[in-house]
């Protein structure tokens, strides 16, 4: 789904997450590793922290800790972003009647009556909690069930959850989510988006007139899908950016990263000192991996799900084919090399994504009410002006241009500008001009972080005179950052605000969201234990963690007794069959992906799997036995598929 996306721990029908290999690789040496390994889901419960999404409902019910999500998904969305502290909306979400999440069946057959809900958090709030490209949510009405996927500041990680029994009259459950099944489609380890031109949501205009037809539903412009697939394309690279952190940046190269980080983004993601970082990460970098890290896609196909063949009946109409499904392995987005000239760049501006917009007007606040001793520069240049005076250029020691509402750029010597700068405290009289420049909600900051305190121009008839005076204040924010103690942990925003706080001699700060003592106990979706029946046997460990689980999606067939387990494996001979078998075609040819789905990584290299496990055989020998046994038939792959996979008898069996 492109949307699937986005939010979805999608996957499709049989998923079976075994068979991952992590043994020696022939020649690797020489391969990149992948910067976060698809073959490494983790575990289902953090072993630090918690999520977002739990500080963000969790409260007290009766006195005791306990999660308080409220039953209409609207108020929930509200709530998210009440506690984010958002003036206005700060969420995104689109509509997916046919997608490729986990719970795209559930609607069936009335997909448009029941599309799927995808929301992302793309703003920034001012409150506790920092949810902008870290807090996604996937609701299809009729699975009764959340998906959530959200960050989780200590692990330094994204989680996985699902709030299960969504339904009035009902108690929903916050249960941490099966990460086997969730990591076999969301690779990168965190939210996943189709590519544009995100023809699966109600921006496709024919998705959007059937989706009127069947309700009240309307079309929405591009630029929503485009908002959240821009957010994953950021939550992406927070993996990246903590696994440099931990592994290639020693005490020394983290100041120094921080410190540009912080000049980041008090500029306005404009510039910072580039120097130090970019020697101390190189070299960290090059050590690390001397052969490159590989950056994960977070991009599926763009799918478009009305482009199905002329004679298409039923279930047919919703395949997925086996390109398109989010369950096929995806290959490394880019490498990044030691040797890359933006490698600094690329380091830094991840790293300062992780701080929040209320983080960085915090630290202007605390630099402008400080000491009045910090020392000042003033820069002259020369003017001409223009319109009566409203307009005017400057070129000297420092360059500038614009008007009386706006700064259009602004320059000290040679340096890079700052652009699009508005303007406040004015003081306007006949031939002068006075403001204080800013960006952001707070005061306009150079890309050595100093704070650009006033603007003051004189003129008389078109020529004139302008002085920028500069207050050097981030030299106390340059020292706090040197005497930190930056551990080998995550990089996490309240732990580092809390250091700055002290550092600076600030009374501490409560923040979210790293203490979890008021939080309700972590609950994983597990599975009762099971007792298999001898047929199922050789099944579980190539497919026991994504098909052993709680959730009937995927087809949980070796979930129950064995009774329920020889039931289930019986009724979903058929596709387990097809899955099994498309391992024998060569991968242009498939309809579907094969099952167990080919991996993407070995050894923690990318490798894209083309051949079968040597176990795939025998299983597949034994489904077909089953067949044979309940039909006299030997199972015909192409005659299986005629109707349609879809079509096949569903995996599970009513009431399973």
Not at 16 to 35: Q, R, Y
Not at 119 to 146: E, M
Not at 263 to 274: A, I, T, V
Not at 377 to 385: A, D, G, H
Request: proline residues 8%; positive net charge.
């Amino acid at each position: 789904m492109r949307i699937l996306a986005a939010v979805g721990m999608a996957c499709m029908f049989v998923t079976a997450c075994g068979m991952a290999e992590h043994a020696p690789v022939a020649g690797g040496d020489n391969l990149p590793h992948w910067a976060v390994d698809p073959g490494r889901p983790g575990r289902d419960i953090p072993a630090a922290g918690r999520s977002l999404f739990d500080f963000a409902v969790a409260g007290r019910i009766d006195g005791k800790p306990a999660y308080d999500v409220p039953l209409s998904f609207d108020e929930l969305v509200r709530r998210l972003e009440h506690r984010l502290g958002c003036a206005s909306n700060c969420s995104h979400q689109v509509l997916i009647p046919l997608g490729r999440s986990l719970q795209r069946m559930s609607a069936s057959p009335d997909f448009f009556a029941s599309p799927r809900v995808v929301v992302a958090i793309t703003g920034d709030g001012a409150g506790p909690v920092s949810g902008r490209d870290r807090i996604y949510l996937g609701y299809q009405r009729r699975s009764n069930v959340i998906e959530v996927i959200s960050y989780n500041e200590t692990a330094g990680r994204f989680e996985f959850q699902l709030v299960k029994n969504y339904r009035r009259g009902a108690t929903p459950q916050v249960v941490y989510a099966n990460r086997n099944v969730c990591v076999a489609c969301h690779q990168n380890h965190g939210p996943v988006f189709s590519r544009q031109v995100w023809d699966e949501t109600n921006a496709n205009p024919q998705v959007a007139a059937i989706l009127s037809r069947a309700g009240q539903f309307h079309r929405i412009p591009v630029e929503i899908p485009n908002a959240i697939d821009d957010a994953t394309d950021r939550a992406n690279l927070i993996g990246v950016a903590q696994r440099m952190w931990i592994e290639a940046c020693d005490a020394k190269c983290r100041k120094d990263a921080l410190t540009a980080a912080l000049q980041y983004r008090l500029s306005g993601e404009r510039g910072f000192d580039r120097e130090p970082v970019a020697e101390a990460i190189a070299t960290g970098f090059r050590r690390r991996w001397p052969n490159g890290l590989a950056i994960p896609n977070p991009d599926i196909p763009n799918r478009d799900p009305l482009a199905f063949a002329a004679g298409t009946r039923g279930l047919a109409q919703s395949h997925v084919p086996a390109p398109l499904e989010a369950i096929a392995p995806r290959a490394p987005l880019e490498v990044w090399r030691a040797q890359d000239p933006e490698l600094a760049h690329r380091f830094v501006t991840g790293l300062a994504q992780l701080l929040a917009g209320a983080d960085v007007r915090e630290i202007d606040g605390r630099l402008a009410a400080g000491p009045s001793a910090a020392a000042s520069k003033e820069y002259r240049s020369s003017c001409t002006l223009g319109d009566a005076g409203t307009a005017y250029d400057c070129r000297g020691e420092v360059s500038l241009r614009g008007n009386a509402s706006a700064l259009d750029a602004i320059a000290i010597g040679n340096n890079a500008p700052l652009r699009n700068l508005t303007l406040s405290a004015i003081k306007r009289g006949p031939g002068v001009l006075e403001f204080r420049p800013g960006s952001g909600g707070h005061r306009a900051r150079l890309a050595n972080g100093n704070a650009i305190a006033r603007v003051a121009l004189r003129w008389r008839g078109a020529q004139g005179e302008a002085k920028v005076t500069v207050i050097e204040d981030f030299a106390k924010l340059r020292e706090a950052v040197a005497a930190l103690s930056l551990p080998d942990k995550p990089f996490s925003r309240t732990a580092v605000m809390a250091a700055l706080d002290a550092a600076l001699g600030l009374p501490a700060q409560a923040r979210c969201c790293d203490d979890a003592s008021s939080l309700p106990p972590a609950q994983a979706d597990a599975a009762p234990a099971t007792s298999l029946p001898p047929e199922a046997t050789a099944f579980q460990q190539p497919c026991g963690a994504c098909h052993a689980t709680a959730e009937p999606s995927p087809p949980n067939f070796l979930a129950g007794d064995a009774q329920r387990i020889s039931a289930s494996l019986a009724h979903c001979a058929p596709r387990m069959f097809v899955r099994l078998a498309m391992w024998e075609s060569k991968p242009e040819a498939r309809d579907k992906m094969p099952m167990p789905p080919p991996q993407a990584s070995r050894a923690g290299h990318p490798w894209m799997q083309d051949a079968p496990a040597d176990a795939i055989k025998p299983l597949r020998n034994a489904v077909a036995g089953w067949l044979r046994a309940e039909t006299g038939e030997t199972p015909d792959l192409a005659k299986m598929l005629a109707r349609g996979y879809e079509n096949l008898r569903p995996c599970l069996p009513a009431g399973a």
